[in-house]
């Protein structure tokens, strides 16, 4: 047998072994990173879980923040008390305390990354969970008393809105939107602004129900609720 038809067998043979080799290493390295995703998944929500208990213990304007090693995030839902997040092999999801409201893409990213999760306290039982800047938590009421504020509220036309928070900036933007109707009514120029206040000085809400939402520096709260009657208690009938 010559040298090189030799060596072109021995290229064909180790050729053959590669194919059928490659596929296990694969199928192996593909099924240890899924294994390591979920397990910093898990850690991850149980770690943020565990903060909103510390936070929600603690004192008015508290704040914890939390370094996570986290994997592949393709989206996460996080509402009420749960925090979920969803990994290429499914759901994982942990129970938290209060009511959490998250930054968009607050845990999302490809790839294994280091996240820096901050909580904070901001009214009652609210919390804030973010990465990358502050979600706007918001809520509502017609009076001074920073016990009486809702999620969804209950006012008379003569009444003036507040809308309570926190770091609001001089050029925020709250937009109304009555039932029914698509047009937004921007009504910034008619509002006071300070850091945790936005009075909105001249409403003309006729009776109605209304969403309302805050935008600042690019990011928005959630859409909150009131209605608007002829008569009644106004926002001493609102439900927490």
């Known amino acids: 047998m010559k040298r090189g038809q030799l060596s072109y067998e021995y290229l064909i043979i180790v ?24 397990y910093y998944g ?17 004192g008015q304007g508290s ?14 839902n996080i509402y009420g008390s749960l925090i979920n997040i969803k990994v290429p092999k499914g759901d994982i999801s942990a129970e938290g305390v209060g009511q959490l409201y998250a ?3 607050t845990l999302v990213g490809d790839g294994i990354h280091v996240v820096r999760v901050k909580i904070r306290k901001v009214f009652g039982s609210k919390l804030a969970i973010s990465s990358n800047g502050e979600p706007i938590i918001i809520c509502l009421t017609t009076t001074d008393e920073p016990n009486k504020c809702y999620d969804n509220l209950q006012m008379q036309p003569n009444q003036k809105l507040v809308i309570r928070g926190d770091n609001f900036e001089s050029d925020s933007a709250v937009i109304v939107i009555r039932q029914g109707q698509q047009r937004e009514s921007d009504v910034a120029d008619s509002s006071t602004i300070s850091i945790d206040t936005i009075t909105l000085d001249n409403p003309i809400f006729g009776s109605d129900s209304y969403t309302v939402q805050v935008f ?25």
């Open 42 to 58: 898990t850690a991850a929500v149980q770690a943020i879980a565990d903060g909103t208990r510390t936070i929600y213990n603690l």
């Open 63 to 76: 704040s914890l923040q939390i370094p996570l090693l986290l994997g592949t995030v393709q989206q996460h």
């Open 15 to 38: 050729g053959v072994l590669i194919t059928l080799v490659l596929p296990f290493f694969y199928f192996f390295f593909q099924g240890t990173y899924s294994v390591i995703n979920d």
């Open 216 to 240: 600042n520096s690019g990011k928005e709260s959630g859409t909150f609720w009131f209605n608007v009657g002829s008569g009644g208690k106004g926002d001493d009938d609102a439900g927490v």
């Open 103 to 105: 930054g968009k893409n």
